[in-house]
Antibody
Framework: EVQLVESGGGLVKPGGSLRISCAASGFTFSAFSMNWFRQAPGKGLEWVAFISSTSSFIHYTDSVKGRFTISRDNAKNSLYLEMNSLRVEDTAVYYC????????????????WGQGTQVTVSS | QSVLTQPPSVSAAPGQKVTMSCSGSSSNIGSNFVSWYQQFPRTAPKLLIYDADKRPSGIPDRFSGSKSGTSATLDITGLQSGDEAVYFCATWDSSLQVVLFGGGTKVTVL
């Protein structure tokens, strides 16, 4: 059974930093591209970042470019999101999700999701 | 305001059919894969439809998708109270180089 478990969320002040993680199990992590999404309170879904299976292709939504870094450690079956210069508007539940096995250089669809981790940016 | 346009809500009686649309453009729906997700309050989204009209294993055939040009459609037949949720469409935009989501459609079973 595919399992994705996010961790590392919390309360941080504006301008601060946080690293969230996603532990994967139940599938061959190194063969799949992965994504981060977020959902602000009462709002819709927003894609944040994509990383291909070997980290060769990485994409970000415009609002986080230069502030967030997606990375992965295939030996540890883990996905990460390093978030710097955090803003109040980054407050959201952050989800990791597994991509289609043949996604190539860009995302296709997201067939398994974690339960999410809350990131709150507030003074 | 989302680049993919979905109606905010649709409703129907139990057993009936609802149809919801997702309208985009040539750089997103018109040239890339469309997927649909179901989300209940305070839970993670769930993949319902991928590649416009394919269902993952375990998704009932009451859920069906289609795509024509720059629009996609999700149909739910035999509506059940457990289908009350928000449904999102999504696709890659080749020009913007981002994944786009629709604003979501809330399904209400009357």
């Amino acid at each position: 059974e595919v399992q994705l478990v996010e961790s590392g969320g919390g309360l941080v002040k504006p301008g601060g930093s946080l690293r969230i993680s996603c532990a994967a199990s139940g599938f061959t992590f190194s063969a799949f591209s992965m994504n981060w999404f977020r959902q602000a309170p009462g709002k819709g879904l927003e894609w944040v970042a994509f990383i291909s299976s070997t980290s060769s292709f990485i994409h970000y939504t415009d609002s986080v470019k230069g502030r967030f870094t997606i990375s992965r450690d295939n030996a540890k079956n883990s996905l990460y999101l390093e978030m710097n210069s955090l803003r109040v508007e980054d407050t959201a539940v952050y989800y990791c999700a597994k991509d289609d096995p043949f996604s190539g250089p860009y995302p296709k669809w997201f067939d398994s999701w974690g339960q999410g981790t809350q990131v709150t940016v507030s003074s | 305001q989302s680049v993919l346009t979905q109606p905010p809500s649709v409703s129907a009686a139990p057993g009936q059919k609802v149809t919801m649309s997702c309208s985009g453009s040539s750089s997103n729906i018109g040239s890339n894969f469309v997927s649909w997700y179901q989300q209940f309050p305070r839970t993670a989204p769930k993949l319902l439809i991928y590649d416009a009209d394919k269902r993952p294993s375990g998704i009932p055939d009451r859920f069906s998708g289609s795509k024509s040009g720059t629009s996609a459609t999700l149909d739910i037949t035999g509506l059940q109270s457990g289908d009350e949720a928000v449904y999102f469409c999504a696709t890659w935009d080749s020009s913007l180089q981002v994944v786009l989501f629709g604003g979501g459609t809330k399904v209400t079973v009357l």
